[in-house]
């Protein structure tokens, strides 16, 4: 698989936006799972927002829900996620995953996704 590349973080005060893109985001035709996990320092990488291409199916972490939005840009194979209302808990490296292994029905856990990027920083102050 292609190497996965995120760009878009950066430092940002509560309050503000960023969006996150990844790309090359292929599209198959039949559909890709992909997401955008985060990893905060100490903590576990969580998935924040998955998408399934095919058919548009996204699902997100409960504290991003209204704040974050995924979405696909299959004209550009470019992975987006736009996220609004930026809290100081968001700052994290996030990144780039596609590949789900088994069903894209829900965020499921860093061991379920076969592809990634390297990441971008995003810093939030308060």
């Known amino acids: 698989q292609a190497q996965l590349v995120e760009s878009g973080g950066g430092s940002v005060q509560a309050g503000g936006s960023l969006r996150l893109s990844c790309a090359p985001s292929?599209?198959?035709?039949?559909?890709?799972?992909m997401a955008w996990f985060r990893q905060a320092p100490g903590k576990e990488r969580e998935g924040v927002a998955v998408?399934?291409?095919?058919?548009?199916?996204?699902d997100y972490l409960g504290s991003v829900k209204g704040r974050f939005a995924i979405s696909q840009d299959n004209a550009k194979n470019t992975l987006y996620l736009q996220m609004n209302n930026l809290k100081p808990e968001d700052t994290a490296m996030y990144y780039c995953?596609?590949?789900?292994?088994?069903?894209?029905?829900?965020?499921?856990?860093?061991?379920?996704?076969?592809?990634w990027g390297q990441g971008t920083q995003v810093t939030v102050s308060s």
């Open positions: 995953a596609a590949d789900k292994i088994g069903a894209c029905l829900e965020l499921g856990s860093f061991f379920d996704y076969a592809t």
């Open positions: 292929i599209y198959t035709g039949s559909g890709r799972c």
């Open positions: 998408i399934y291409t095919g058919t548009g199916y996204t």
